[in-house]
């Protein structure tokens, strides 16, 4: 016992000075179980806290957790043993702390990162959601961090792994994507709970995922399942906020525990290593804002890696996620292609509420990357320099936003006023950028500069500038690479204005009275009477058109009715009309609502001959609540649990209380009121092959259920016998085909029928039939949507709840909108029917003018015509200019093919660009193809000019084929032309 007792305590004394043993290389090299302890953190960007009180420590009465004590405190901990490891990942927080540091400190976690002790793991401004972001701002957050730590640790620091370990279920795009990012693994944590059950039993918990049918391998990513969810082993944890046994090794004092935490581990790992095949498993040391004093996590990892390591059953030792996938690479593994939704951790408990949750917040996000988009563009066109106004806020809000706690809803009530403020911050300067970058690219020499103002209230009737200014210039910035024609409806007072075009002669418009229920949803924000609309026709490729409008004598109103309008007041059912059916139509659609219900019964396709009965309408489900006899599970921001799989009407009677029609040479549309809270605009615009349905829900009136909540669904009903199946996109990309109550790869016992099948709808969703007619409805914002019936698509779009679902907020959704009287939401659906084979030239197109629409700016007087286009030709209708902006000194171009392989029988195949001479103001003199995150030369290789200044040797070196689904990124060097 003696000589025991001395090896002890001096094994004890010595143990951080030994040499702990690093993983084979090799396989066949395996004597032993190998253990990759990874010392993690994992920082919400937002969540219970703001983004702020996160990195200070603020309001820890919510939680204890302040970012900058865990990087403060790792830092010298990793410095005192050179064996320890950390990674770390979200850069919204690192760069906080790195401007704050003194250049000594930064000089160490420079070495730190050098030598391999500090590893950067996915690198992205946050760890996005992969269910309700889109991949443009997928793209633009990823590459932000990505970025910062190009710029400020070179490239030896560049992430070599994807680590989404907390959102909830993962996407086949996102797969693809950092597959493109030239990710070399990915790793994440939450997938359904009958899903990792099965994997587990069959070794499948590692597999290669190929996110993309139409780009193969290239989007192939091998991918693992973490065991623990992304926390350490039961009773494991180190940390000040664990409760857990640390290791107590002096056997002088009492509860001395060594051999027990020693087997216990053992027992764990092996445990955990027999449900995977390498013989190497990972262990996550960390959760969330751990590490707030790292002593304590790396002095019993130290003690825990010695102990284990002389029991000599395993061989533990720090590692990283990228030193793990070095271990095992080359191991045998299957290859998958489906995604990982929807999510359950429970038999009743699927996580597709979120996919919905904060509707408003989501449309937000949506709006501001156009904003980015064009505000990125501009700054390029417009040359704008340091000293002038930036991007920058906005790209940090953007990148904020994508959050998995941000734009999926899941966040407390403050911390969503918190994103939308940030938001709104950045798009106020970004919106000083587009004044500044307009002034120069469009402003004639003898004129001042113009100030310029933006309305961000058009969808209720909001603008001042064309409210009370008279004349008034609307300059539209087309941020696509083609001409479109956009719709235009601005608010004024009188009825006697007219808009004047570029060419300065007068462009048809429609003057019309503003609606009762916008009245309602704008309140105090407005009070214009009136809107008037006109189409913006043939909107120059990255180019400018200005309108101008002023009032005249001419009192005449453009409009007229099919119908008699029924006023509200009496109720549509008890009001003299017309025995014949409601109908609108242009030369493409005709639509049909019945006289009896005010609802639609049909649609038509005048151009392709095509009929289909369809009934559209609004119903709830109502929420389950925490007395549910089934289970204690209530529907909350994460959750969606109705207590009944059959919704119930929102209208009395199954019809509409009030409706009235309005015909016009630029538009007809249908008003119809639902209920006091459900209003809907289906209207045609005469120059637009879909209707768009725009529709006004809130606040949601709780009774007569008060105690259960309501989830509003918007359900098309079709006669097309889908046989169970529909589409539902990826992030706004490629298609994923979806069967109800299937799962390609295991048995899918569905306890929820409805949630069970919800899935997340970021553009668009379409159900199809064997005659080969396609129903497809487009969102302006991610919602959660399916086919719970067939023939059917439904979209939840809007949500409020009285009970926590008891996953972490700690608070009910029940958004208070303005003045607290409950949020109300305005959106759009855009429905088209069409032949399946021909469709997706439609929605490809349409969603592509939908997610970049033209940017309005309001000056006043009218006193010139001026224009302005970028490009000198059009992109083809297949290609996509992803991304324009600065980069450093050079410009980043992203180019995307649009179609996937098999969607159109002409726009799917390959299509070369040229880029020599497409842009106007500058030339390139150098030309780098990167990855899609930008911080890697693509095959490292880079072209560059050869010759003389203005020239390449050959076209070639600017010709640029694109196959489909393929984005294809290039840093420019330029020359602006005088």
Request: glycine share 6%; charged share 20%; with cysteine.
């Amino acid at each position: 016992m003696a000589l025991l007792y001395l090896f002890l305590c001096g094994f004890s004394v010595l143990s951080n000075a030994l040499v702990v043993p690093k993983s084979p290389r090799n396989q066949n090299e395996i004597q032993q179980l190998q253990i990759h302890l990874v010392s993690h953190t994992h920082d919400d960007v937002g969540w219970l806290k703001t983004v702020d009180e996160y990195y200070y420590g603020a309001n820890n009465s919510i939680q204890i957790a302040g970012v900058q004590y865990i990087l403060d405190s790792v830092i010298p901990a990793l410095e005192a043993n050179p064996l320890r490891r950390f990674i770390y990942v979200e850069m919204a927080f690192f760069k906080r702390w790195w401007v704050q540091q003194t250049p000594a400190m930064q000089e160490r976690v420079k070495a730190l990162v050098n030598n391999g002790q500090l590893e950067f793991i996915n690198g992205g401004w946050c760890m996005n959601d992969e269910a309700t972001t889109h991949y443009n701002a997928i793209i633009d957050q990823m590459t932000h961090g990505l970025q910062f730590i190009d710029r400020n640790f070179g490239s030896k620091a560049r992430p070599r792994v994807a680590w989404h370990i907390d959102p909830f279920g993962h996407s086949a795009e996102q797969a693809s994507l950092f597959a493109q990012m030239s990710f070399e693994g990915f790793f994440f944590a939450r997938i359904h709970y009958a899903d990792i059950k099965k994997r587990r039993e069959e070794q499948l918990m590692e597999f290669k995922w190929r996110g993309s049918q139409s780009l193969g391998k290239a989007s192939e990513i091998f991918t693992g399942v973490l065991y623990n969810g992304y926390g350490p082993p039961s009773s494991f944890c180190f940390d000040i906020l664990c409760g857990d046994p640390p290791m107590q090794d002096d056997p002088r004092l009492f509860d001395f525990n060594v051999k027990e935490r020693v087997d216990l581990f053992i027992k764990l790992a092996l445990e955990q290593a027999s449900h995977y095949k390498s013989g190497h498993i990972m262990l996550t040391m960390g959760s969330d804002f751990n590490y707030q004093n790292a002593h304590t996590w790396f002095k019993n990892l130290d003690k825990l890696i010695a102990f284990v390591n002389e029991d000599g059953r395993v061989n533990a030792f720090y590692s990283t996620p990228s030193e793990y996938l070095d271990a095992i690479k080359g191991m045998d593994v299957e290859l998958r292609t489906e995604d990982f939704f929807p999510y359950a951790d429970c038999p009743h408990c699927y996580w597709t509420g979120y996919f919905t949750s904060r509707p408003a917040l989501k449309g937000y996000v949506r709006r501001n990357n156009n904003l980015l988009q064009v505000c990125k563009q501009l700054e390029v066109l417009g040359k704008l320099g340091e000293s002038d106004p930036s991007s920058e806020m906005l790209r940090d809000a953007m990148g904020v936003a994508q959050h998995h706690d941000a734009v999926s809803g899941t966040e407390k009530q403050h911390v969503a006023y918190d994103y939308a403020k940030r938001l709104a911050m950045g798009a106020q300067q970004c919106k000083m950028a587009i004044n500044s970058a307009l002034n120069q690219v469009i402003q004639p020499a003898h004129l001042t500069d113009v100030q310029y103002t933006f309305c961000d209230y058009l969808n209720i009737s909001v603008c001042p500038a064309t409210e009370a200014t008279k004349p008034f210039t609307i300059t539209v910035y087309n941020p696509i690479a083609r001409a479109v024609d956009t719709n235009i409806r601005i608010p004024v007072s009188s009825k006697a204005v007219k808009i004047f075009g570029p060419d300065g002669k007068e462009v048809s418009s429609v003057v019309q009275a503003v609606s009762k229920e916008t009245e309602f949803v704008r309140g105090s924000l407005g009070n214009a009477p009136y809107e008037l609309t006109f189409t913006a026709t043939g909107l120059p490729p990255l180019g400018v058109a200005t309108y101008t409008g002023n009032t005249t004598s001419n009192t005449r109103r453009h409009t007229s009715t099919l119908a008699p309008e029924v006023p509200k007041e009496t109720g549509f059912a008890n009001s003299e009309k017309s025995n014949e059916d409601y109908v609108i139509a242009n030369k493409h659609l005709r639509l049909t609502f019945s006289n009896d219900s005010g609802r639609l019964t049909k649609v038509e396709n005048l151009e392709s001959k095509i009929s289909l009965p369809v009934d559209q309408q609004f119903l709830w489900y109502n929420a389950s609540s925490v007395g549910n006899k089934d289970s204690t599970q209530a529907s909350g921001a994460y959750i969606f649990r109705p207590n009944s799989s059959t919704p119930l009407n929102v209208s009395t009677n199954n019809k509409v209380s009030s409706i009235s029609v309005i015909q016009n040479e630029v538009f007809q549309e249908i008003h119809q009121v639902f209920s006091p809270w459900v209003s809907q605009t289906v209207r045609l615009y005469s120059n637009k092959p879909y209707a768009e349905f725009e529709y006004t829900v809130g606040p949601i009136k709780m009774a007569p259920s008060p105690d259960l909540g309501k989830e509003i669904i918007s359900r098309f009903d079709t006669s097309l016998k889908t046989n169970g199946v529909f589409y539902t996109d990826a992030n706004g990309r490629e298609m994923q085909l979806r069967k109800r109550n299937y799962r390609p790869t295991w048995m899918y016992n569905n306890t929820e029928p409805v949630a069970g099948n919800y899935y997340p709808i970021n553009s668009r969703a379409y159900i199809k039939d064997e005659s080969g007619i396609q129903l497809t409805v487009m969102t302006d914002r991610s919602l959660g949507g399916s086919s719970i019936k067939d023939g059917s698509l439904e979209f939840m779009v809007h949500r409020r709840l009285l009970h926590d679902d008891k996953r972490g907020v700690s608070e009910a959704l029940n958004e208070p909108g303005i003045n607290g009287r409950g949020l109300i939401v305005r959106g759009k659906f855009l429905l088209l029917l069409e032949a399946a084979k021909s469709s997706a030239k439609f929605h490809r197109v349409i969603g592509e003018e939908e997610m970049l629409r033209p940017s309005l700016a309001f000056s006043a007087g009218s006193g010139y015509q001026a224009g302005y286009q970028a490009l000198s030709r059009s992109l083809p209708p297949n290609v996509h200019l992803l991304t324009l902006e600065k980069f450093d000194k050079s410009l980043l171009l992203r180019l995307e093919h649009q179609f996937a392989v098999g969607e159109d029988d002409e726009l799917s195949k390959a299509v070369t660009v040229q880029l020599r001479g497409l842009f106007k103001n500058f030339t390139i003199q150098a030309i780098t193809e990167l990855n899609l995150s930008a911080n890697q030369v693509k095959n490292q290789r880079e072209r560059v000019k050869r010759g003389n200044k203005n020239s390449f040797p050959n076209d070639d070196d600017l010709e640029i084929t694109l196959n489909p689904m393929e984005i294809r990124t290039y840093k420019l060097d330029i020359e602006y032309k005088s």
